[in-house]
Each structure stands twice: as C-alpha cells, then as structure tokens.
C-alpha cells in the first residue's frame, strides 16, 4: 500500500507539473482554423461559404468576434484563416451547439460538403483553441470597428520545449514586451497560449500594422528599444532558454472580414 501511495503521489506531483498555468481570471478563448486550399476554384467556393454561410449564422447564434484573412506571406499558400473569440468554454460548447441546431446553416453546409472527393472545396482543415494571456485576455475591440480600413496582419508563433519555457516567454509579454510592442506600433489583436493544435506548446498571437512600411517601421522600433534589449538578455528570458522557433505568417483580411 505504501508503494501505491508512494507511486499515485508522483504521478500527481507529475500532472501537476504538466499542467498549464491558469491564465486570465476572465479568461477569453480564440478557436483558430487553418483552411489549406489549392489554386483553383477551391478559393472561390470557399470564400463564397465563409462569406455567405459561415459568418451570417455567426451573427444568428452569437459567435464572435470574428475574423477571416488571406495569406499573402508564409507556408502552406493559398490558404484562409479564420478567427473566432469565445468568453468562456461553456460558450464554445453552447455555441457550437446553436451552430448545429441552425437548420440554415447544416442546409448550406451539406450542400458546399457535397462535392465529389475528385474536387473537394478544400484539402484540409486544422483547427486550434488559445487562450487568452493576462494582458491581453480578450480579442481587441478595436478590431471591429465599422469603416477601418483594411490592415496588414501577422501570425506569430513561439514554440517552446516545455511548458515552463512556454509559461516563461508568456510571462516576458504579461510584465514587459506587450507595453513595448504598443509603444513601438506593433498593435495586438490577440495573444493567446495554445490549449490545443499543433506544435504545442506554443503562443500564437496577431498583431495589425496599417501596411507594410508601417511594420517594417514597427519591427524597426522594436530592435532599436532599450527596454527590449534589456528584457531580452534578463536571465530566463532569453531566446535560447524559451523559445525553439519562431514562424509568421503574413495576412490581409477579406473583404467581408469583420476584423480588419
């Protein structure tokens, strides 16, 4: 018995070892998903779907915000993004429910599923679920405002060797680096710990620039911070000890594209 206990102790020291770090007391969820197309009319009828389908039974059922974006720079061209923000995870279930039960919505989804295997509407579909870190919990508001002007857009993603790295670089935007991307013009739409995907564990997040000039002049004023370059060499913050690579993905949004 005293081995049992002894083994069922460290198999729980273990778990909790393994667990992530709460995150936000409020905490908001992004679901993304990753629409890999070929070149063709799979873009069309995709675009076509998500415009005319997708985004008005988002507005029916209550989901958002959301976002839908090209990429213009990155792997896996042509692709489409799209982005979803929940308040709570039983918002996600309860959502996805009304989703289901929206008889206008699985009328037209069958319908755009229909397509033969030799021309299917798209190759693949890779979904992910973040979480929203301290500072930047939620979705920016912002984002959606009516009228903006299109903006360029860019995924990152920092992937990390283990969670404690993970929680490490988390922790270097929660008390520092947020405040310098803002100051520097590298504005946040969202920041988020990824719960499920791919390439875990990982941050992904989305920043917004006005256009390409405007983010070289961001990423520009970012190298050249003394406070960054301070942060960056603090022990337990550098790259080498919380972060194994680095990937982004440039993006512009489409035209019925709520964040923009």
């Known amino acids: 018995m005293k081995r049992r206990t002894m ?4 198999a729980g020291t273990a778990a909790l070892a393994a667990a992530p770090e709460p995150g936000p007391a409020d905490p908001h969820y992004i679901e993304l998903n990753f629409w890999r197309l070929r070149n063709g009319s799979q873009i069309r ?23 839908f974006f090209t990429n213009v720079i990155g792997p896996d061209s042509p692709s489409i993004v799209t982005v979803a923000g929940y308040p709570s995870l039983a ?23 229909a397509a033969p295997a030799t021309d299917p509407p798209y ?25 903006r ?12 060797h283990n969670l404690r790295a993970n929680r490490d670089k988390i922790a ?9 991307f803002r100051r520097c013009g ?18 992904t997040y989305l920043v917004a620039y006005d256009d390409m000039a405007g983010r070289e002049k961001a990423w520009a004023a970012f190298r050249d911070d003394p406070e960054w370059k301070k942060i960056s060499q603090k022990p337990g913050w550098t790259d080498p000890e919380i972060v194994t690579n680095i990937s982004n993905s440039l993006l512009r949004p489409t035209p019925y594209s709520p964040i923009r």
Request: net charge neutral.
């Open 186 to 203: 590298l504005l946040p739409v969202f920041f988020g710990q990824a719960l499920y995907g791919s390439r875990l564990p990982n941050l």
């Open 7 to 10: 083994l069922a102790g460290a």
């Open 172 to 180: 270097m935007f929660d008390q520092a680096e947020i405040a310098i």
């Open 45 to 67: 009828r995709m675009n076509d779907f998500l415009s005319q389908v997708y985004l008005p039974m988002c507005r029916r059922v209550g989901i958002g915000p959301v976002g």
């Open 149 to 160: 002007a299109p903006r360029l857009f860019e995924l990152r993603i920092y992937e990390s």
């Open 91 to 113: 918002q996600i279930e309860a959502l996805h429910q009304k989703q289901e039960a929206d008889e206008e919505f699985r009328k037209q989804a069958a319908a755009f599923g």
């Open 123 to 147: 190759l693949r579909k890779e979904s992910w679920l973040l979480r929203g870190i301290r500072s930047v919990p939620r979705i920016d508001p912002s984002a959606t405002e009516p009228g």
